[in-house]
Nanobody, 114 residues
């Protein structure tokens, strides 16, 4: 599975940004897709995931601000990020888990400034 992430950029605190991840194959065949992020000097962490049944999970720090969604017709998974905070600054990675194998896309940088 190849993943292509897009939508990163530089915004101010309180702004919104939408990330998109395009998969090279039908996302119906992928068990779980999600977004992770890695801030400078920190470990990569889970941000949000969505299963092929549509169930979602979020890390506590983004609950109520971020929304993960999928478009089966386009084979994309998006991350809508609202009310961005300085601590959301990170490289965001798209992830797919299929039949026990993890696939990663290249990261997209999100920079939030005051």
């Amino acid at each position: 599975v190849q993943l292509q992430a897009s939508g990163g950029g530089s915004v101010q605190a309180g702004d919104s940004l939408r990330l998109s991840c395009a998969a090279s194959e039908s996302i119906n065949s992928i068990n779980i897709m999600g977004w992770y992020r890695q801030a400078p000097g920190k470990q990569r962490e889970l941000v949000a995931i969505i299963s092929n049944l549509g169930d979602t999970e979020y890390v506590g720090s983004v609950k109520g601000r971020f929304t993960i969604s999928r478009d089966k017709s386009k084979n994309t998974v998006d991350l809508q990020m609202n009310s961005l905070k300085l601590e959301d600054t990170a490289v965001y990675y798209c992830n797919a888990w299929k039949r026990g194998t993890n696939y990663w896309g290249k990261g997209t940088l999100v920079t939030v400034s005051s």
